[in-house]
């Protein structure tokens, strides 16, 4: 009964994915861009290296707001 319902749900995806993906030109440029990012090790490294870098300067600014207690 479940492999029937999953099986349902996932033809539902596909015959929705594949004709958004075959058509829209946002859907597939971010189809590329992912397989882009995923298969280039040196823009993966650039963007782990961003990502990490924004998310310390989130924490140090939360840091900042809890010790001065205000947002002004």
Same mark, same amino acid.
């Given at each position: 009964?479940?492999?029937?319902?999953?099986?349902?749900?996932?033809?539902?995806?596909?015959? =929705?994915? =594949?004709?958004?993906?075959?058509?829209?030109?946002?859907?597939?440029?971010? =189809?590329?861009?992912?397989?882009?990012?995923?298969? /280039?090790?040196?823009?993966?490294? /650039?963007?782990?290296?961003?990502?990490?870098?924004?998310?310390?300067?989130?924490?140090?600014?939360?840091?900042?707001?809890?010790?001065?207690?205000?947002?002004?």
């Amino acid at each position: 009964m479940i492999h029937r319902l999953a099986e349902s749900i996932e033809l539902s995806f596909w015959n =929705i994915a =594949i004709p958004l993906m075959t058509h829209s030109n946002v859907v597939r440029n971010g =189809i590329r861009a992912v397989y882009k990012i995923q298969h /280039d090790r040196a823009l993966r490294k /650039d963007l782990l290296l961003s990502c990490a870098i924004s998310l310390l300067g989130f924490a140090a600014g939360l840091i900042a707001l809890s010790l001065t207690g205000s947002l002004v």
